[in-house]
T-cell receptor, first 110, second 110 residues
Framework: SQQGEEDPQALSIQEGENATMNCSYK?????LQWYRQNSGRGLVHLIL?????REKHSGRLRVTLDTSKKSSSLLITASRAADTASYFC??????????FGSGTRLQVQP | DGGITQSPKYLFRKEGQNVTLSCEQN?????MYWYRQDPGQGLRLIYY???????QKGDIAEGYSVSREKKESFPLTVTSAQKNPTAFYLC?????????FGPGTRLTVT
């Protein structure tokens, strides 16, 4: 079963607006990561947040982590058409490989 | 120019034939992974290898086989026992927490 589940499954916004995606997971984690996938391509690592961190920033990205609720959110500010992609959360439990969620498909309209 | 390469980008096979997907990395990473992605879905782990000459089954290993004879290479064979082989296959490698992905191979079996 998927450790991480993203919400919403799909999101459509206008350029310049903010996009927020959420991820919920089931078991304790060492860290949580967000990846981006352009259509038909491999995934690209965006940001990693450790279990003892609550918030992290990278450029226009802001990630939060609430371990008590087993949830994370990814905020993309001032979105651009080039941000159109699928976004996946992945949890690292320290046991083997990352476990990926089903993704949020983001469409940014120019 | 470091990275992960997968070849070919598109692969077509007849049902009943085995097919081998290539994955090569020159990042000097110990760990390598194979994932399967179906349309609109997340990634599911097929096999992973933490070190040369060792590999472990993931969540959906049935109908697949791998080898890890060299650090740089982790080929995946899709056998005729795999009931629904048509999918997008992604290879990744990692040295710590972050995974680096190849561009993927889209396999179509008819």
């Amino acid at each position: 079963s998927q450790q991480g589940e993203e919400d919403p499954q799909a999101l459509s916004i206008q350029e310049g607006e903010n996009a927020t995606m959420n991820c919920s997971y089931k078991t304790s984690i060492n860290n949580l990561q967000w990846y981006r996938q352009n259509s038909g391509r491999g995934l690209v690592h965006l940001i990693l947040i450790r279990s003892n961190e609550r918030e992290k920033h990278s450029g226009r990205l802001r990630v939060t982590l609430d371990t008590s609720k087993k949830s994370s959110s990814l905020l993309i500010t001032a979105s651009r058409a080039a941000d159109t992609a699928s976004y996946f959360c992945a949890t690292d439990t320290g046991r083997r490989a990352l476990t990926f969620g089903s993704g949020t498909r983001l469409q940014v309209q120019p | 120019d470091g990275g992960i390469t997968q070849s070919p980008k598109y692969l077509f096979r007849k049902e009943g034939q085995n097919v081998t997907l290539s994955c090569e990395q020159n990042l000097n990473h110990d760990a390598m992974y194979w994932y399967r992605q179906d349309p609109g879905q997340g990634l599911r782990l097929i096999y992973y290898s933490q070190i040369v000459n060792d590999f472990q089954k993931g969540d959906i290993a049935e109908g697949y086989s791998v080898s890890r004879e060299k650090k740089e290479s982790f080929p995946l064979t899709v056998t005729s026992a795999q009931k629904n082989p048509t999918a997008f296959y992604l290879c990744a490698s990692s040295i710590s927490n972050e995974q680096y992905f190849g561009p993927g191979t889209r396999l179509t079996v008819t």
